[in-house]
């Protein structure tokens, strides 16, 4: 079930809002092929319901199939409904109050201690992929982040047209100030979506967030990397709790790390979204 932006139930036999769009390559029909070896395409966007302004529900369908979707996962949801398309330098999403409250204090309280973070390279920076330490990271990767609703709505809100995997890659960074590593780059070719969600416990660290820069020079490899002083800069991410951004790869996604210049413990949480 799906309701419309004005709450008015909306679920037409040839569109089940309640799964991934796909079209039968057969008889042309959406969702509701009864042809033999049934043979699907994926059909773009995945949820139109969400991206005019209306919301997908929680169902039990006829033949007793229960499409579950947590209130953890219709807040985010909801976030990248009302969020607006940021288009410089890139097409990319910046949304505040991410993740629902109640679940983002809980992460806030049980972020892993340095038995779990351990020293990474480069120098400076603790890091785990493991989210089976707390019960409240599962919740997180598994109604958010690996969730496959979340997924699409990204996708279908910056206008991307692809299939991506299964498992989501992730990783818990905490940087600190021996962490130095500030070049201008574009992230590796299989990080066709980079995300970041900053976890801090206050604006203490606002003027610590990632940022977004024009190199003064036109690459089209971009394996290439830039030194600050050869870009100019674009804008800064405020590295404040419970926000994130999705950042498609591309020619004008070159980002850096700040230059950390004090004693701090940053911490966050980056992955990626790649395509099958």
Same mark, same amino acid.
């Given at each position: 079930?799906?309701?419309?932006?004005?709450?008015?139930?909306?679920?037409?036999?040839?569109?089940?809002?309640?799964?991934?769009?796909?079209?039968?390559?057969?008889?042309?029909?959406?969702?509701?092929?009864?042809?033999?070896?049934?043979?699907?395409?994926?059909?773009?966007?995945?949820?139109?319901?969400?991206?005019?302004?209306?919301?997908?529900?929680?169902?039990?369908?006829?033949?007793?199939?229960?499409?579950?979707?947590?209130?953890?996962? +219709?807040?985010? #949801?909801?976030?990248?409904? *009302?969020?607006?398309? =940021?288009? @410089?330098? !890139?097409?990319?999403?910046?949304?505040?109050?991410?993740?629902?409250?109640?679940?983002?204090?809980?992460?806030?309280?049980?972020?892993?201690?340095?038995?779990?973070?351990?020293?990474?390279?480069?120098?400076?920076?603790?890091?785990?992929?493991?989210?089976?330490?707390?019960?409240?990271?599962?919740?997180?990767?598994?109604?958010?982040?690996?969730?496959?609703?979340?997924?699409?709505?990204?996708?279908?809100?910056?206008?991307?047209?692809?299939?991506?995997?299964?498992?989501?890659?992730?990783?818990?960074?905490?940087?600190?100030?021996?962490?130095?590593?500030?070049?201008?780059?574009?992230?590796?070719?299989?990080?066709?979506? +980079?995300?970041? #969600?900053?976890?801090?416990? *206050?604006?203490?660290? =606002?003027? @610590?967030? !990632?940022?977004?820069?024009?190199?003064?020079?036109?690459?089209?490899?971009?394996?290439?990397?830039?030194?600050?002083?050869?870009?100019?800069?674009?804008?800064?991410?405020?590295?404040?709790?419970?926000?994130?951004?999705?950042?498609?790869?591309?020619?004008?996604?070159?980002?850096?790390?700040?230059?950390?210049?004090?004693?701090?413990?940053?911490?966050?949480?980056?992955?990626?979204?790649?395509?099958?």
């Amino acid at each position: 079930m799906a309701r419309t932006k004005e709450g008015v139930p909306f679920h037409p036999s040839e569109y089940d809002p309640d799964s991934l769009r796909v079209r039968c390559i057969t008889c042309g029909k959406m969702n509701s092929c009864n042809c033999e070896n049934l043979q699907f395409t994926p059909w773009y966007p995945r949820l139109p319901i969400l991206m005019n302004g209306g919301m997908i529900e929680s169902v039990v369908h006829d033949n007793g199939q229960e499409i579950h979707i947590s209130e953890i996962t +219709t807040h985010s #949801l909801q976030r990248i409904v *009302d969020c607006d398309i =940021k288009l @410089y330098p !890139t097409r990319m999403m910046v949304i505040e109050n991410f993740i629902e409250p109640s679940l983002f204090s809980e992460l806030i309280k049980s972020w892993p201690s340095r038995d779990i973070l351990k020293q990474g390279d480069p120098i400076g920076r603790f890091q785990t992929s493991d989210v089976d330490f707390s019960k409240s990271y599962r919740t997180l990767y598994n109604e958010v982040i690996n969730n496959e609703y979340i997924k699409y709505a990204v996708l279908d809100k910056l206008g991307l047209e692809f299939e991506v995997n299964t498992e989501t890659k992730i990783q818990l960074w905490e940087d600190t100030e021996s962490f130095k590593v500030n070049d201008v780059h574009v992230d590796f070719d299989l990080f066709d979506i +980079t995300f970041g #969600l900053y976890m801090p416990e *206050d604006d203490s660290l =606002k003027e @610590y967030g !990632t940022e977004f820069w024009s190199p003064n020079r036109y690459v089209e490899n971009l394996e290439d990397s830039f030194t600050k002083d050869e870009c100019d800069f674009i804008f800064k991410i405020p590295f404040i709790p419970n926000i994130i951004y999705f950042i498609p790869r591309g020619n004008k996604s070159w980002h850096s790390s700040p230059d950390i210049l004090t004693k701090l413990n940053r911490k966050h949480l980056y992955g990626y979204y790649g395509k099958k």
